[in-house]
């Protein structure tokens, strides 16, 4: 159970990051696909993360202390189109450097938007959370988009990419999947 949240800081490289060795959870995928919404869904708070309706606000790693315990790190989104190729660029190289270096980073919940179903873009960055051998969940996002017919085909599409990973279904409209996702931190960080 989420007690306390704040924002602590945001930054593109290790030098700007938290140094107290508290685990981290980041928070990866598209733009737009509900990063920012999930946090804020998690914490009970409206708007502890920056939430637009414009794509592509997001563009650095931004922590926030949970219960004093652990940080929640939400990331910019990938593949948006209307980011120059500097951006693009930097935000891999940051994304990189962060999963492959940083010590304290516990898991990875990759949000893939559960109507749209996995892109070639969340492919990718899943293919590569895994060639690095990175503990990660997959997050389904704003399932309460979907009518019985469709949820089927989703899942069936799901169940395809991801066929070893624990999938989470989630939807902040409808208050699914807190529960469940609350369990994969805490129940970590007290043991």
């Known amino acids: 159970m989420i007690n306390d949240i704040k924002y602590v800081t ?30 804020n869904f998690l914490s009970g708070r409206k708007n502890i993360a920056r939430v637009s309706k414009v794509p592509g606000k997001t563009t650095m790693l931004n922590f926030f202390l949970v219960n004093e315990e652990l940080y929640f790190v939400d990331s910019p989104g990938y ?22 270096n940083r010590v304290n980073l516990k898991k990875v919940y990759l949000l893939v938007d559960y109507k749209v179903g996995p892109t070639k873009d969340d492919l990718i960055m899943y293919d590569f959370l895994k060639h690095f051998d990175i503990n990660l969940i997959i997050v389904a996002t704003k399932i ?18 991801f066929k070893t990973e624990r999938i989470i279904l989630t ?21």
């Open 171 to 191: 939807s902040t409209v409808k208050n699914i999947g807190l529960e469940e996702l609350q369990k994969t931190f805490i129940e970590e960080n007290t043991e």
């Open 144 to 161: 309460d988009k979907l009518n019985q017919k469709e949820r089927s085909a989703a899942n069936k599409r799901f169940k395809e990419h």
């Open 79 to 100: 593949g948006y189109a209307k980011r120059s190729k500097k951006q693009i660029d930097d935000f891999g190289k940051m994304i990189e450097n962060y999963l492959v």
């Open 10 to 39: 945001s930054g593109m490289k290790k030098e700007h990051f938290p140094t107290d060795g508290k685990n981290e959870y980041l928070f990866l995928g598209r733009s737009n696909v509900g990063k920012s919404s999930l946090i």
